[in-house]
Nanobody, 118 residues
Framework: QVQLVESGGGLVEPGGSLRLSCAYS????????MGWYRQAPGKQRELVAG??????????NYADSVKGRFTISRDNTKNIVYLEMNSLKPEDTAVYYC?????????WGQGTQVTVSS
């Protein structure tokens, strides 16, 4: 059974940085496409960043709103995916969810709150 557990959220001032982690347990992590999504109050959940599995050579993609500020990475030896967030803005405030996908099956973590405020 696949489980995803996020950590690293919190309160940060505008311009600050945070690193989110998502620990994975279950079947072969390295072949999963992993992603970070976020959902702000009153808004739909949106893709922030994604990274393909080892068979697709770890190709990354980002939402336009975070390009140049956020970096997704994965450590297939530790079964962890990271989201490094720099130059944070108040509009980055949301619950951030880790997603693991293989084929048409999605798995989700419970979410971690990120609040950017002075």
């Amino acid at each position: 059974q696949v489980q995803l557990v996020e950590s690293g959220g919190g309160l940060v001032e505008p311009g600050g940085s945070l690193r989110l982690s998502c620990a994975y347990s279950g079947s072969i992590f390295s072949i999963y496409t992993m992603g970070w999504y976020r959902q702000a109050p009153g808004k739909q959940r949106e893709l922030v960043a994604g990274i393909t599995g080892i068979t697709s050579r770890g190709i990354t993609n980002y939402a336009d709103s975070v390009k140049g500020r956020f970096t997704i990475s994965r450590d297939n030896t530790k079964n962890i995916v990271y989201l490094e967030m720099n130059s944070l803005k108040p509009e980055d405030t949301a619950v951030y969810y880790c997603n693991g996908r293989i084929g048409i099956v999605d798995y989700w973590g419970q979410g971690t709150q990120v609040t950017v405020s002075s």
